[in-house]
Structure formats: C-alpha cells, structure tokens
C-alpha cells in the first residue's frame, strides 16, 4: 500500500463547477499538508499547505485536513479552463521528506 | 520571490555521454536542495537530498555513481548523469527549500533529458 493514494483522474468539468480533489494516506504522523499544481512538462507550483487538522482558505482554494479519516481535500471554486493542470498532493512530519500523491490530472472545458 | 531556475531545460545527449544539470535559487539562500524524477503521467521520484558543503542523501535504489550531485553553493547545486543510457530518459526537477520550513520548499522548472 503506497503512503499517500489519489486518484489519477482524468477529471473533466464544465468551467465554473465546483472541483474536488482528494488524497487518502496512511501514515498518523504527517502533520504538513500541501497542495501543488503542475502545469505539462513544468515544476510543481505550491497552491495551498495546511498544519494538521483544519481548513483554509485562499481565493478561490480551500484545503481540508481531517486527520482522523487521514483524508485531505483541496476545493476549486469557479473553475477556469487555466485551472486544467495536474494537481499534487504533499505532506511530512516536519522533518522529512515530502510524499507524493500520484496527481490528479483536471480538464476544464469552456 | 522563492524563484529556483534550472539549466538547461531540455537537453538531448548520446548514449555513454554525462551530462550535467544546474539548480539555482535566484533570491534566497537555499539550506537543503532535492534532486526528483518524475516519468510521464507519474508523480515525483525523490532521488536525493543535498545540503550545502555536504555529500547528498541518496534514495534506496538511485545509483550515486550514476548520479553525481554537487551542492557547491547555497544557491547551486548540480546533477550530473553519468554514461547515461535511454533508460535515463526522464524529466528531472530540483527544488530548494528555506530552512526546516516544510511547505517552503520552491520547485525549478524542469529539465527534460533525451537519451538516444
């Protein structure tokens, strides 16, 4: 069983839908929550992290956190065909390195 | 600001050759720099960690003879591949992080390597 599990997609939405992409992980220690979005054949951009358990919001972003499911969340509101990219999710204990989901690969269709 | 640059982007070599690959961090000093693989459609493959003055952390199963890293500066770092193959093949990445900070670590833009 990989550590960190998300769903490859592709997911295809309408622009303006609401967008969810989620990751699932095994390790009760991680306590460093990070979103990135990665645009073909370029490096992961940071969109959002999170400290443990919570919610936060940024722009049209929100970024969940339930520890207790070890299940993270990141919301697109108002998608934008510029959204399309392929979405990371990253987290650690603070101290070592950052694992990877598989990324989710979202289209947004005019 | 957090800006990290890669040199060169795409870079096309023979079989048996080295080539090497240059990570920058433009406008911050960076403490620890990571060296990733990533193939088509997969996620990110930590190769390495490197930090400053220091020899690099290696991943279970990255060959470090193949795969030289030289963290000369706090802002340079390097990746040589050496006698690459078409199994090399790949887009490489680097990323620099600020301090223990986890979530501050800034991604290069990439370089794609072609073997053949």
């Known amino acids: 069983q990989k550590e960190v599990e998300q769903d490859p997609g592709p997911l295809s939405v309408p622009e303006g839908a609401i967008v969810s992409l989620n990751c699932t992980y095994s390790n009760s220690a991680f306590q460093y929550f990070m979103w990135y979005r990665q645009y073909s054949r370029k490096g992961p951009e940071l969109l959002m992290y999170?400290?443990?358990?919570g919610n936060k919001e940024d722009g049209r972003f929100t970024a969940q956190v339930d520890k207790s499911s070890k299940y993270i969340s990141l919301f697109i509101r108002d998608s934008q065909p510029s959204d399309s990219a392929t979405y990371l999710c990253a987290m650690n204990t603070g101290f070592q390195k950052l694992v990877f989901g598989t990324g989710t690969r979202l289209l947004v269709s005019p | 600001g957090a800006v990290v640059s890669q040199h060169p982007s795409w870079v096309i070599c023979k079989s048996g050759t080295s080539v090497k690959i240059e990570c920058r961090s433009l406008d911050f000093q960076a403490t620890t720099m990571f060296w990733y693989r990533q193939f088509p459609k997969q996620s990110l493959m930590l190769m390495a960690t490197s930090n400053e003055g220091s020899k690099a952390t290696y991943e279970q199963g990255v060959e470090k003879d193949k795969f030289l890293i030289n963290h000369a500066s706090l802002t340079l770092s390097t990746l040589t591949v050496t006698s690459a193959h078409p199994e090399d093949s790949s887009f490489y990445i680097c990323s620099a992080r600020v301090g223990q900070i986890p979530y501050e670590q800034y991604f290069g833009p990439g370089t794609r390597l072609t073997v053949t």
């Open positions: 999170t400290y443990s358990s």
